[in-house]
């Protein structure tokens, strides 16, 4: 088959890559408010929104590269990315860059890579595969192989410490696995296990990761320590009201009450410019974004490509709805971006492979009809 195929463009989920592009042109936006402050000398800007659609250009180099080849020759890079993705946390962990704390990044001199982003990969990669040559429900075999190999980059990624990403690895591979299907003897006794280990999960936590919780629970017995992030951010979506204080007007935002404005509570700015009316439409076009990958999960024609689309689907759903929830109180803060609206480099570029992919599986599934 040619790569220039012209079937390739026709089979293309064009609806699909329209409402990617026009979340990240408001989330572009969003930042260019995000980025702003408001002093006595006026207003000053910052380069986030500029970097950002920086990383949007590279995030489309990524987006052709991901959906100009057929996907199935992933099945076997599958593990050596798996590979080179541990060794990569392995890396960050004894030499990489510590920022706030944290070591996760490696320095590459024109930007900081963040090996993290790529486990998320190569973990939807080798989680598609191992289902695909499983053709019956998870037994406790297989259910178990598959569960070893995705926390070995989990417990790497727990200890720089990142627990968001580390959960939002485990949550896109269990969502695979449950969407595939699990032995009903083996998800029930797995579920009875959880529930009764929770407990002991608290004291494996680091003592930030406690408070977060102990915030969630009551943000207000620490309103100018702990709870603080989450204070501002509810205040900043509430005084948004109906219509939003319009752009550019987020006082909240602007006169820094509201930390971390341009990665993770980036929503908020959006909810404190744009009120009610404006978050509902930013929900609904997100909605219609998952609708069409779920459209490209239907319409795929084999197995390999039908799992990279769900994995890809369960990447960006438990993204949404995991940062939504911790903007507006409803779940612990753990640190997630909201694809296309928060500002990052290799989260942006991987957002737009994720999607190459998708767009990928969309494109090819004309070849199955003539096979």
Not at 263 to 280: K, L, Q
């Amino acid at each position: 088959m040619s790569p220039f195929d012209r079937r390739l463009f026709t089979h293309l989920n064009w609806t699909l890559l329209l409402w990617s592009l026009a979340l990240f042109g408001l989330g572009v936006m969003n930042l260019y408010s995000a980025s702003s402050l408001r002093g006595e000398g006026g207003m000053t800007t910052y380069s986030f929104y500029q970097k950002q659609m920086l990383w949007g250009l590279f995030g489309m180099g990524g987006l052709i590269i991901c959906s100009s080849f057929d996907y199935r020759h992933l099945r076997s890079l599958a593990w050596p990315l798996y590979w080179v993705s541990l060794g990569l946390l392995l890396t960050v962990l004894l030499t990489g860059e510590s920022i706030y704390g944290a070591s996760r990044w490696i320095d590459l001199g024109l930007f900081h890579f963040q090996p993290t982003e790529l486990a998320k990969l190569s973990c939807l990669l080798l989680t598609a595969l191992l289902l695909t040559r499983t053709p019956t429900l998870l037994a406790w075999s297989s259910l178990g192989r598959i569960m070893a190999l995705i926390l070995l980059p989990v417990g790497l990624i727990i200890v720089q410490p990142d627990l968001g990403s580390g959960l939002n690895i485990l949550l896109l591979a269990g969502g695979m696995m449950f969407y595939h299907g699990i032995r009903p003897r083996v998800f029930w006794t797995l579920s009875l296990a959880a529930i009764a280990l929770m407990p002991l999960g608290w004291f494996g936590l680091q003592d930030y990761q406690k408070e977060r919780i102990l915030t969630f629970l009551n943000p207000e017995t620490d309103p100018l320590g702990a709870g603080y992030n989450i204070l501002q951010s509810q205040i900043a979506i509430g005084s948004g009201q109906t219509w939003g204080k319009g752009f550019l007007e987020g006082t909240q935002s602007q006169l820094r009450f509201l930390p971390e404005k341009h990665t993770d509570f980036v929503f908020a700015v959006f909810g404190e410019e744009w009120g009610f009316a404006g978050t509902i439409l930013l929900l609904i076009l997100f909605c219609l974004f998952l609708y069409q990958i779920i459209m490209v999960i239907q319409d795929s024609k084999d197995r390999f490509g039908h799992y990279l689309a769900v994995g890809v689907f369960f990447y960006f759903f438990w993204q949404i709805a995991i940062n939504m929830g911790m903007v507006l109180g409803l779940l612990p803060v753990v640190g997630i971006p909201l694809p296309f609206l928060s500002y990052g480099g290799t989260s942006t570029l991987i957002n737009f492979c994720f999607l190459g992919l998708a767009l990928n599986v969309s494109m090819r599934r004309f070849v199955f009809k003539t096979d």
